[in-house]
């Protein structure tokens, strides 16, 4: 089995005002099988406006 710590090489960072966009946009514009899939359910979602606000 190879190692795969060779291969990796993670960075973490704080979000930025962009980034929170894309998230909460992400999640809003997505469809409601493709999130239910991922076990996400659309209707528990935050309002997109108050998502953002609260990240």
Same mark, same amino acid.
Not at 4 to 13: C, D, H, I
Not at 16 to 21: A, G, H, P, V
């Given at each position: 089995m190879p190692n795969?710590? /060779?291969?990796?090489? /993670? @960075?973490?960072?704080e979000p930025?005002? @962009?980034?929170?966009?894309k998230i909460v946009d992400y999640f809003t514009h997505s469809e409601t099988t493709f999130l239910k899939g991922m076990g996400a359910d659309k209707s528990k979602l935050p309002d997109r406006n108050q998502w953002i606000q609260k990240l």
């Open positions: 795969l710590n /060779l291969y990796m090489n /993670l @960075s973490v960072s930025n005002k @962009s980034d929170i966009y």
